[in-house]
């Protein structure tokens, strides 16, 4: 099976990654960049919503809502967090979880009732998992699940496969001077902003990657890559950049 990038759909609409395992994906918009909420079932029913952008919290779609209405939400790091208000105003029953090290931040920015990854991993079926990546000051957090295509990987910052640089002059030339893209990157501002332990950043992506050989890979910013190939271009990328 060859690599291959998923090309960019309409934003805004949720796509499966799994439909028979009950995962999906939506991109929003927030100024200059293109993020992704990822949805998935839980054990029992209802949905967590991985990332979630407020744009989208409204009119799912019954590919979803047959699944159960949204429990829970997860902020990926303590960056990504804009959407839990709007979520929670609509699904007001929702609890919202973060790693540890995304915590403090979090509750500054008026997230004051965050609860532990240990409340989502409790009511994960046994093809989904959770992670808070070690070696990082923003609590990274990933989804990791299993499919009929191979293992995948839901993450948030830690990788870039972003299609194309702005055409927007100032965007284009922070995302260069961030090594942001185009193409797979690990971008500048995670290397030096969101890693405070470098060596064990790297030596636990290195072992997870090796234990997973993960061939799907769902980034936060950026199109979707799945294919055979994926393990090597990440191991390659990690040893360069890291």
């Known amino acids: 099976m060859s ?47 991985y990332s979630p952008g407020g744009s989208l919290a409204a009119d799912l779609p019954s590919e979803l809502t047959t699944l159960g209405e949204p429990k829970v939400l997860l902020a990926p790091n303590s960056f990504h967090h804009l959407g839990i208000k709007r979520w929670r105003e609509l ?10 090290d995304a915590m403090s ?23 989904l998992d959770v992670f808070e990546v070690p070696g990082t000051r923003v609590g990274e957090t990933w989804l990791r699940f299993e499919s009929a295509e191979g293992i995948g990987w839901v993450i948030c910052d830690a990788f870039f496969n ?16 961030m090594s942001s893209g185009p193409g797979l990157a690990i971008s500048s501002l995670m290397k030096w902003g969101g890693v405070n332990n470098r060596k064990l950043y790297k030596g636990w992506l290195l072992e997870q ?34």
Do not use: F, M
Request: positive net charge; glycine residues 6%; aromatic residues 4%.
């Open 209 to 242: 990657l090796e234990r997973d050989q993960p061939t799907i890979l769902v980034p936060n910013h950026g199109d979707v890559l799945r294919g055979a190939e994926l393990p090597a271009r990440l191991r390659e990328l990690i040893e360069r950049r890291l």
């Open 91 to 100: 699904y007001p029953e929702t609890i919202a979880v973060a790693a540890s």
């Open 3 to 49: 690599e291959k990038t998923e090309s960019k759909r309409t934003p805004e609409s949720w796509h499966a990654l799994d439909a028979e395992r009950g995962i999906y994906e939506a991109t929003y918009h927030v100024p200059g960049l293109s993020c992704r909420s990822v949805a998935a079932g839980l054990e029992g029913g209802g949905l967590v919503i």
């Open 105 to 127: 931040r979090l509750a500054k920015q008026g997230h004051a009732d965050l609860q532990p990854l240990a409340r989502l991993r409790e009511r994960l079926p046994a093809h």
């Open 162 to 177: 972003l299609p194309r640089l702005s055409h927007k002059l100032h965007l284009r030339l922070l995302s260069k001077l």
